[in-house]
């Protein structure tokens, strides 16, 4: 049963990982989509295998740590799509695990411009878009580390932290508004980014090592991220708002 019957979603980092995932998820439940992402090969051939599948999608490529970028983006996506119900920021960047003073200021800026800054600007960018919807939602992902951090990952813990945080306060704002927010808290996760998390290697043991730290014995899978966003922006949680939501396997215990 489809949970997102003609609802009009703008997803970003929809290129690959989690935001592949949630684009592929909502539009089987559903919804029309506008893709967003600094990858313009990708997210094209992500928007090609929906289409192929007769849901709408329509690519958008776009450096989201650039405002100019981001308000044509949303222009596009409105235009496509005929305006906005929901808004999921999925694009991010990882760290390698080293310690606070190894950490540069051109890495920080980085971690922040992306996995901060972008959430922000496609927010501001969207709500007058969101404003008009009936059932406006907002989908943030932060992370299992935002709730449990962890060492040698201090910058990657801080961009997270104020997303879980921005998400929290724009819930009060915009309660008032009917727009509800939401952040979803994702432990390791088996996408392109895990590499980062294991300092650049990819081996069976890196991987079987992060996946022991998760109580249920395994990495987080995309779509398992996926159906939660698909739950959080459906009318079944018209009650929900503010909430961080964990999908990590026990890891927040």
């Known amino acids: ?3 997102l019957p003609g609802r009009r979603a703008v997803v970003t980092g929809a290129a690959s990982g989690i935001g592949a995932a949630t684009s ?5 439940d559903g919804a029309s989509l506008a893709l967003v992402d600094r990858n313009a090969d990708g997210v094209a051939r992500v928007a090609d ?3 192929s599948a007769g849901a709408t ?3 958008v490529p776009a450096d989201l740590a650039k405002a100019a970028d981001v308000d044509r983006a949303i222009e596009e996506s409105v235009r496509g799509l005929g305006g906005i119900d929901i808004l999921v920021n999925c ?4 760290q390698h695990p080293k310690p606070m003073e190894e950490t540069d200021e051109a ?3 980085l971690l922040f411009s992306v996995n901060v800054r972008s959430v922000f600007l496609m927010i501001r960018a969207a709500l007058p878009h969101l404003a008009q919807s009936s059932e406006a939602v907002i ?3 932060a992370s299992n580390i935002s709730i449990r951090p962890r060492p040698g990952y201090a910058a990657y813990t801080a961009s997270k932290g104020a997303v879980a945080s921005l998400t929290r306060s724009l819930a009060l704002e915009l309660a008032p508004r009917n727009i509800r927010v939401v952040a979803l ?3 390791a996760s088996d996408t392109p980014m895990l590499v980062e998390f294991m300092g650049g290697q990819n081996t069976t043991e890196s991987r079987a090592a992060i996946a022991e730290a998760i109580p249920m014995g395994r990495l987080v899978q995309p779509d398992e991220v996926a159906a939660v966003a698909a739950w959080a922006a459906s009318e079944d949680a018209r009650m929900v708002t503010g909430e961080l939501i964990s999908v990590d396997g026990g890891r927040g215990l």
């Open 1 to 3: 049963m489809s949970v």
């Open 24 to 28: 592929r998820r909502f539009a089987r």
């Open 49 to 51: 295998e929906i289409r």
């Open 57 to 59: 999608a329509v690519p």
């Open 91 to 94: 694009a991010g960047v990882g």
């Open 107 to 109: 890495e920080f800026d």
């Open 139 to 141: 989908v943030n992902i």
């Open 185 to 187: 808290c994702p432990a």
